[in-house]
């Protein structure tokens, strides 16, 4: 079985930094695409950034120069490098990635969330 696990969340300072990370276990073949999205209290979710197995990138424009996604694949692990953070950064935030389970097809994860909260 699949399983993404976030962890890193907290509550941090404007302007301070932060570091998540999610962690894919389970019978994994293979982890192309991941990403962070978040969910901000009476907001839809939005996409923070992403990355591809060949390491492109995309990122909200909200986030572009404090944000920073990366990933070690052989650790089937994504990281997202929060700096200068700002208080309309506080959401939940959610990890996806798109596995090929061991004799199953492709198919999209999420983790369970992790919360940050940006605050003085």
């Known amino acids: 079985q699949v399983q993404l ?20 276990s389970g019978s994994i073949l293979s982890i192309n695409g991941m990403g962070w999205y978040r969910q901000a209290p009476g907001k839809q979710r939005e996409l923070v950034a992403r990355i591809s197995s060949g390491g ?22 994504v990281y997202l490098q ?9 959401a939940v ?10 004799r199953l097809p492709w198919g999209n994860y999420w983790g369970q969330g992790t919360q940050v909260t940006v605050s003085s």
């Open 56 to 77: 492109g990138t995309n990122y909200a424009d909200s986030v572009k120069g404090r944000f920073t996604i990366s990933r070690d694949s052989a650790k089937n692990t």
């Open 93 to 102: 935030y959610y990890c996806n990635a798109a596995v090929l389970p061991t």
């Open 5 to 24: 696990v976030e962890s890193g969340g907290g509550l941090v300072q404007p302007g301070g930094s932060l570091r998540l990370s999610c962690a894919a």
């Open 82 to 90: 929060m700096n200068n953070v700002k208080p309309e950064d506080t």
